[in-house]
């Protein structure tokens, strides 16, 4: 969830700036070396040029460590587990409601009513000013979108319901489906296709997830399914890390970082979702409409379908937090 311009807001929020410390150690070093040229005194470091050397060391370092993929520990998959299922049960709650003649801002009170009812609320509400419970992405829109009573759904329609929960434990768990709206019968031929094309591409994914892969070999096969049918891979926004945060390291790109034996290796410990989002005519070029939230293909008639989970790393395979037991 959420785009390319958002997470660079959100890790600039979050790294500290070493840009100003970096760049006056080096007008440090230039000064100090100029000086020490000029000394007769050769050989001897000065205190000014190890602390500007320190200065620049220190900078490096915090900004490494700012970007570096959270590894949790063992003790962190139970409570990501009832995160991840608590989402999962929330999209599965609210797909009976996904009928024709429903307005996208009555499935997000549906959704809001819900997890109240379980003590918990959407990481969505009330991030960056977003003031909705879900995301929910009708045919052309890609991702993003706001719900509203003037959005009503038609039988045929596809619509993606993406919902991301935080626990009263501070954990996060974040999925999305594709739903027909009246039924898979509703729908036309092209529409179930881009859907069920989606979700095999996810499962192709989820079955690459091991510890010790790269994060290539898991979007690869996504990729290549999605592409082997003429569709877009959406590269714009981003899958994720998730953990205590709502969007943490790893972003994770699934066009450009579809190479096998490249990216970074999973570890045990790696909490992150995996997000395909394929758009029909295999273009990949979208617009934000004037809400600055939602987010549609850039012919508007192009549709686009996305499914999504959140997995954990373990010791020997990849765990999906958010899979629906009742499925």
């Not at 819900?114 to 609320?121: K, V």
């Not at 569709?231 to 205590?244: C, E, F, K, L, N």
């Not at 999973?266 to 273009?283: D, K, Q, V, W």
Request: net charge positive.
């Amino acid at each position: 969830m959420f785009s390319k311009r958002a997470a660079a807001r959100r890790r600039r929020a979050a790294e500290p700036d070493v840009s100003v410390a970096v760049a006056r150690a080096e007008r440090r070093l230039e000064k100090h070396s100029s000086t020490r040229s000029s000394s007769s005194t050769r050989g001897t470091r000065s205190l000014g040029d190890a602390v500007a050397y320190a200065a620049i060391a220190l900078g490096v370092c915090l900004l490494l460590f700012s970007r570096r993929i959270p590894v949790h520990g063992p003790e962190d998959f139970a409570p990501m587990r009832r995160a991840g299922r608590l989402a999962a049960r929330a999209l599965a709650h609210v797909e009976p409601h996904v009928v024709p003649g429903v307005d996208t801002g009555t499935l997000d009170d549906v959704v809001r009513a819900f997890l109240a009812s379980r003590g918990a609320r959407a990481a969505t509400l009330g991030y960056r000013g977003y003031n909705h419970s879900s995301c929910i992405s009708p045919n052309e829109v890609v991702c993003h979108g706001v719900p509203s009573a003037r959005v009503v759904l038609n039988a045929g329609d596809i619509v993606n319901v993406d919902v991301a929960v935080v626990t009263s434990e501070g954990w996060h768990g974040d999925v999305s489906r594709t739903l027909f709206v009246g039924g898979r019968a509703a729908a036309n031929v092209a529409a179930r296709r881009l859907v069920d094309t989606t979700r095999d591409a996810l499962r192709l994914g989820l079955e690459a997830c091991r510890p010790g892969a790269r994060i290539g070999d898991v979007l690869e096969p996504i990729a290549r399914r999605l592409r082997a049918e003429g569709y877009g891979v959406v590269d714009r926004y981003a899958a994720h890390g998730v953990g205590r945060r709502f969007h943490q390291p790893p972003t994770i790109r699934h066009g450009a970082g579809a190479v096998r034996n490249r990216g970074w290796r999973l570890r045990p410990g790696h909490f992150f979702t995996i997000e395909p989002m394929a758009t029909e005519n295999g273009s990949v070029e979208t617009a934000t409409l004037s809400d600055g939230w939602t987010v549609v293909t850039a012919d508007r008639a192009s549709r686009s379908a996305q499914f999504e989970h959140t997995v954990g790393v373990g010791e020997r395979a990849c765990e999906i937090f958010t899979r629906d037991d009742a499925r």
